[in-house]
Protein backbone atom coordinates (compact mmCIF):
# COMPACT_ATOMS: atom_id res chain seq x y z
CA UNK A 1 0.00 0.00 0.00
CA UNK A 2 1.31 3.33 -0.64
CA UNK A 3 0.41 6.83 1.64
CA UNK A 4 0.67 9.64 0.69
CA UNK A 5 1.34 12.90 3.06
CA UNK A 6 3.14 16.53 2.88
CA UNK A 7 5.07 15.91 6.28
CA UNK A 8 7.74 13.83 5.26
CA UNK A 9 9.00 12.65 8.96
CA UNK A 10 5.32 11.52 10.42
CA UNK A 11 5.09 9.69 6.91
CA UNK A 12 7.88 7.86 7.68
CA UNK A 13 7.44 7.05 11.41
CA UNK A 14 3.95 5.94 10.49
CA UNK A 15 5.78 3.50 7.85
CA UNK A 16 7.87 2.19 10.60
CA UNK A 17 4.99 1.70 12.93
CA UNK A 18 2.91 -0.17 9.99
CA UNK A 19 6.17 -2.27 9.69
CA UNK A 20 6.66 -3.18 13.06
CA UNK A 21 3.47 -4.88 13.41
CA UNK A 22 4.33 -6.42 9.85
CA UNK A 23 3.16 -4.58 7.73
CA UNK A 24 4.12 -2.81 4.26
CA UNK A 25 3.35 0.93 3.68
CA UNK A 26 5.42 2.45 0.82
CA UNK A 27 5.68 6.02 2.28
CA UNK A 28 5.26 9.05 -0.95
CA UNK A 29 5.56 12.53 0.37
CA UNK A 30 3.23 15.11 -1.46
CA UNK A 31 1.47 18.26 -1.21
CA UNK A 32 -2.30 18.06 -2.74
CA UNK A 33 -2.57 21.43 -3.71
CA UNK A 34 0.51 21.12 -5.89
CA UNK A 35 -2.05 19.95 -9.52
CA UNK A 36 1.21 19.12 -11.52
CA UNK A 37 3.35 17.17 -8.81
CA UNK A 38 -0.43 14.70 -8.06
CA UNK A 39 -0.80 14.03 -11.75
CA UNK A 40 3.07 12.61 -11.43
CA UNK A 41 2.51 11.08 -8.58
CA UNK A 42 -0.12 8.85 -9.36
CA UNK A 43 1.80 8.24 -12.94
CA UNK A 44 4.70 6.99 -10.64
CA UNK A 45 2.84 4.56 -8.57
CA UNK A 46 1.75 2.79 -11.31
CA UNK A 47 5.30 3.36 -13.05
CA UNK A 48 6.35 1.67 -10.13
CA UNK A 49 3.92 -0.70 -8.21
CA UNK A 50 1.14 -1.53 -10.56
CA UNK A 51 -2.32 -0.57 -11.44
CA UNK A 52 -3.87 1.65 -8.51
CA UNK A 53 -7.35 -0.44 -7.45
CA UNK A 54 -8.39 1.54 -4.76
CA UNK A 55 -7.47 4.93 -3.69
CA UNK A 56 -8.94 6.70 -0.61
CA UNK A 57 -8.43 10.64 -0.81
CA UNK A 58 -8.21 11.51 3.10
CA UNK A 59 -7.88 14.78 2.13
CA UNK A 60 -8.83 17.77 4.52
CA UNK A 61 -8.22 20.71 7.01
CA UNK A 62 -10.09 22.93 9.46
CA UNK A 63 -9.63 26.40 10.04
CA UNK A 64 -12.17 27.88 12.63
CA UNK A 65 -13.99 30.86 11.09
CA UNK A 66 -16.42 33.58 11.37
CA UNK A 67 -18.86 35.78 9.48
CA UNK A 68 -15.98 38.76 10.85
CA UNK A 69 -13.52 37.18 8.31
CA UNK A 70 -15.42 35.76 6.14
CA UNK A 71 -13.63 34.76 2.77
CA UNK A 72 -9.96 35.57 4.98
CA UNK A 73 -6.68 33.92 4.76
CA UNK A 74 -8.09 30.36 6.75
CA UNK A 75 -11.31 30.05 4.35
CA UNK A 76 -8.96 30.20 1.04
CA UNK A 77 -6.78 27.81 2.28
CA UNK A 78 -9.50 25.18 3.42
CA UNK A 79 -10.96 25.44 0.07
CA UNK A 80 -7.48 24.96 -1.41
CA UNK A 81 -7.04 21.48 0.79
CA UNK A 82 -10.34 20.19 1.23
CA UNK A 83 -11.65 21.32 -2.31
CA UNK A 84 -8.69 21.37 -4.86
CA UNK A 85 -6.87 19.41 -3.42
CA UNK A 86 -9.07 16.28 -3.62
CA UNK A 87 -9.62 17.76 -7.30
CA UNK A 88 -6.04 17.46 -7.98
CA UNK A 89 -5.63 13.72 -7.02
CA UNK A 90 -9.42 12.57 -8.59
CA UNK A 91 -8.06 13.79 -12.21
CA UNK A 92 -4.85 11.24 -12.79
CA UNK A 93 -7.04 8.71 -10.63
CA UNK A 94 -10.06 8.98 -12.61
CA UNK A 95 -7.81 8.97 -15.97
CA UNK A 96 -5.71 6.39 -15.30
CA UNK A 97 -9.07 4.01 -14.05
CA UNK A 98 -10.67 5.14 -17.17
CA UNK A 99 -8.43 3.59 -19.54
CA UNK A 100 -8.66 -0.31 -17.40
CA UNK A 101 -11.77 0.33 -17.40
CA UNK A 102 -12.38 -0.47 -13.60
CA UNK A 103 -11.07 1.19 -10.06
CA UNK A 104 -12.23 2.25 -6.89
CA UNK A 105 -11.81 5.60 -5.39
CA UNK A 106 -13.52 7.26 -1.90
CA UNK A 107 -13.24 10.83 -1.17
CA UNK A 108 -13.33 12.32 2.65
CA UNK A 109 -16.44 14.52 3.12
CA UNK A 110 -17.83 14.75 6.14
CA UNK A 111 -21.21 14.81 7.90
CA UNK A 112 -21.08 18.49 8.42
CA UNK A 113 -21.43 18.79 4.20
CA UNK A 114 -25.27 17.52 5.08
CA UNK A 115 -25.64 21.42 5.86
CA UNK A 116 -24.25 24.42 7.35
CA UNK A 117 -23.07 24.06 11.11
CA UNK A 118 -22.19 27.10 13.39
CA UNK A 119 -18.51 27.99 13.66
CA UNK A 120 -17.60 25.77 10.50
CA UNK A 121 -18.50 28.04 7.29
CA UNK A 122 -15.63 27.31 5.26
CA UNK A 123 -15.59 23.66 6.48
CA UNK A 124 -19.02 23.21 5.62
CA UNK A 125 -19.23 24.46 2.59
CA UNK A 126 -15.97 22.66 1.12
CA UNK A 127 -17.42 19.09 2.30
CA UNK A 128 -20.37 19.55 0.64
CA UNK A 129 -19.29 20.78 -2.38
CA UNK A 130 -17.00 16.96 -2.58
CA UNK A 131 -20.16 15.78 -1.28
CA UNK A 132 -22.58 17.11 -4.52
CA UNK A 133 -19.06 16.50 -6.58
CA UNK A 134 -19.12 12.97 -6.04
CA UNK A 135 -22.84 12.37 -6.58
CA UNK A 136 -22.39 14.23 -9.83
CA UNK A 137 -19.58 11.95 -10.91
CA UNK A 138 -21.11 8.66 -10.05
CA UNK A 139 -23.62 9.07 -13.08
CA UNK A 140 -20.68 8.81 -15.50
CA UNK A 141 -17.84 6.79 -13.46
CA UNK A 142 -20.81 4.04 -13.02
CA UNK A 143 -20.64 3.53 -17.10
CA UNK A 144 -16.88 4.00 -16.63
CA UNK A 145 -16.58 0.72 -14.37
CA UNK A 146 -15.46 3.05 -11.80
CA UNK A 147 -16.48 3.10 -8.10
CA UNK A 148 -17.14 6.28 -6.82
CA UNK A 149 -17.64 6.22 -2.77
CA UNK A 150 -17.83 9.18 -0.31
CA UNK A 151 -17.19 8.94 3.26
CA UNK A 152 -18.68 10.88 5.80
CA UNK A 153 -17.52 10.58 9.21
CA UNK A 154 -18.69 12.77 12.64
CA UNK A 155 -16.04 13.30 15.34
CA UNK A 156 -12.99 11.40 15.39
CA UNK A 157 -10.58 12.16 17.92
CA UNK A 158 -7.02 13.08 15.84
CA UNK A 159 -4.88 15.54 16.85
CA UNK A 160 -7.24 17.90 14.53
CA UNK A 161 -9.94 17.34 16.89
CA UNK A 162 -7.96 17.99 19.71
CA UNK A 163 -8.11 21.93 19.25
CA UNK A 164 -11.76 22.03 19.13
CA UNK A 165 -13.52 23.95 22.32
CA UNK A 166 -16.79 22.95 21.68
CA UNK A 167 -18.98 19.54 22.21
CA UNK A 168 -17.96 16.55 20.01
CA UNK A 169 -21.16 14.45 20.27
CA UNK A 170 -20.63 10.75 19.32
CA UNK A 171 -16.86 11.01 19.91
CA UNK A 172 -15.22 7.81 18.28
CA UNK A 173 -11.44 6.60 18.05
CA UNK A 174 -9.29 6.77 14.77
CA UNK A 175 -9.36 3.17 15.09
CA UNK A 176 -13.02 2.39 14.96
CA UNK A 177 -13.56 4.82 12.07
CA UNK A 178 -10.65 3.10 10.59
CA UNK A 179 -12.73 -0.22 10.71
CA UNK A 180 -15.78 1.43 9.39
CA UNK A 181 -14.45 2.55 6.32
CA UNK A 182 -12.58 -0.36 5.62
CA UNK A 183 -15.89 -1.64 6.01
CA UNK A 184 -17.47 0.49 3.74
CA UNK A 185 -15.03 -0.15 1.01
CA UNK A 186 -15.99 -3.69 0.41
CA UNK A 187 -19.48 -3.14 0.70
CA UNK A 188 -19.00 -0.23 -2.37
CA UNK A 189 -22.04 1.60 -1.43
CA UNK A 190 -22.06 5.10 -2.47
CA UNK A 191 -22.22 6.64 0.82
CA UNK A 192 -19.67 5.53 4.09
CA UNK A 193 -21.60 7.42 6.71
CA UNK A 194 -20.83 7.10 10.59
CA UNK A 195 -21.27 7.17 13.46
CA UNK A 196 -24.98 5.95 12.32
CA UNK A 197 -26.60 8.42 15.17
CA UNK A 198 -25.03 11.39 14.13
CA UNK A 199 -25.17 11.13 10.19
CA UNK A 200 -29.51 10.09 10.42
CA UNK A 201 -29.55 12.80 12.71
CA UNK A 202 -27.74 15.76 11.11
CA UNK A 203 -29.60 14.02 7.61
CA UNK A 204 -33.08 14.39 9.27
CA UNK A 205 -32.42 17.97 10.75
CA UNK A 206 -31.77 18.68 6.94
CA UNK A 207 -35.13 18.07 5.37
CA UNK A 208 -36.77 20.40 8.00
CA UNK A 209 -38.30 23.70 7.48
CA UNK A 210 -35.67 25.77 7.79
CA UNK A 211 -36.74 27.61 10.52
CA UNK A 212 -36.41 24.68 12.82
CA UNK A 213 -33.34 23.66 11.35
CA UNK A 214 -31.86 26.93 12.62
CA UNK A 215 -33.80 26.50 15.80
CA UNK A 216 -32.92 22.95 16.56
CA UNK A 217 -28.98 23.41 15.72
CA UNK A 218 -29.00 26.92 18.13
CA UNK A 219 -30.27 24.86 20.84
CA UNK A 220 -27.62 22.33 20.21
CA UNK A 221 -24.85 24.56 19.59
CA UNK A 222 -25.71 27.17 21.89
CA UNK A 223 -25.10 29.38 18.96
Known sequence: MVAVARRSQELDAFAAEV????GTIIPMPGDVTDRV???ELVSTVEARHGAIALAFLNVGTFFPDSEKDFGGDGFRKTFAVNVEGTINMLGPLIRAMRTRGRG???VNASVAGYGGLPRAIAYSSSKSALIAMCESLKFDLDRAGITIQVVCPGFVKTPLTDHNDFPMPFLISVEEA???ICS???????EIAFPKRMAFTLKAMNMLPYGLYFALLSKFTGR
Do not use: V
Open 184 to 190: GFESKGF
Open 104 to 106: QIA
Open 37 to 39: AMD
Open 178 to 180: GAR
Open 19 to 22: AASG
